[in-house]
């Protein structure tokens, strides 16, 4: 109850742990446009939302650029001892949370654009939205695509 009143939902040992990792030096790479892929995965990461945050669920993913991190949060088998498992993935870009529209769209729809009109080419984006951030809580700006068209 004492965690709750202090804004900790949920298990504070895994927190404080996920929290050591995110504090330690890594090596996050700066976003650039790639030439002449065919194939370009990006993912972004979204926000814990309120019925997370209420089920006392938290933060457990992790991006660094381009790498997103999975933490497990386990117990060895005595039943007491907590410990991360955490799992790296590598993708082509990666966004956290708080990386802004434009950020993402410059790097994702951006060159596709200036491709498709520029080369004359052809090109498919495939976008998965989880069901809830679809809901109309996510709003995206279009400035910058008309800015481009």
Same mark, same amino acid.
């Given at each position: 109850?004492?965690?709750?009143?202090?804004?900790?939902?949920?298990?504070?040992?895994?927190?404080?742990?996920?929290?050591?990792?995110?504090?330690?030096?890594?090596?996050?790479?700066?976003?650039?446009?790639?030439?002449?892929?065919?194939?370009?995965?990006?993912?972004?990461?979204?926000?814990?939302?309120?019925?997370?945050?209420?089920?006392?669920?938290?933060?457990?993913?992790?991006?660094?650029?381009?790498?997103?991190?999975?933490?497990?949060?386990?117990?060895?088998?005595?039943?007491?001892?907590?410990?991360?498992?955490?799992? %790296?993935?590598? &993708?082509?870009?990666? *966004?956290? /949370?708080?990386?802004?529209?434009?950020?993402?769209?410059?790097?994702? $729809?951006?060159?596709?654009?200036?491709?498709?009109?520029?080369?004359?080419?052809? %090109?498919?984006? &495939?976008?998965?939205? *989880?069901? /809830?951030?679809?809901?109309?809580?996510?709003?995206?700006?279009?400035? $910058?695509?008309?800015?481009?068209?």
């Amino acid at each position: 109850m004492l965690n709750e009143q202090n804004g900790n939902p949920g298990d504070v040992d895994f927190q404080r742990m996920i929290k050591q990792f995110r504090d330690q030096d890594h090596q996050e790479q700066p976003y650039a446009t790639k030439a002449n892929v065919q194939i370009t995965i990006c993912v972004r990461k979204r926000p814990v939302n309120k019925r997370e945050v209420k089920g006392k669920d938290y933060d457990c993913v992790t991006c660094w650029h381009p790498k997103v991190i999975i933490h497990d949060c386990k117990l060895k088998v005595d039943g007491i001892t907590k410990y991360l498992d955490s799992n %790296a993935f590598e &993708f082509d870009h990666s *966004f956290d /949370e708080f990386t802004s529209n434009e950020t993402v769209y410059k790097y994702t $729809a951006q060159p596709l654009i200036q491709f498709v009109f520029n080369e004359c080419g052809r %090109a498919t984006v &495939f976008a998965y939205v *989880f069901r /809830e951030v679809a809901l109309g809580i996510c709003n995206m700006s279009h400035n $910058a695509l008309w800015n481009d068209l």
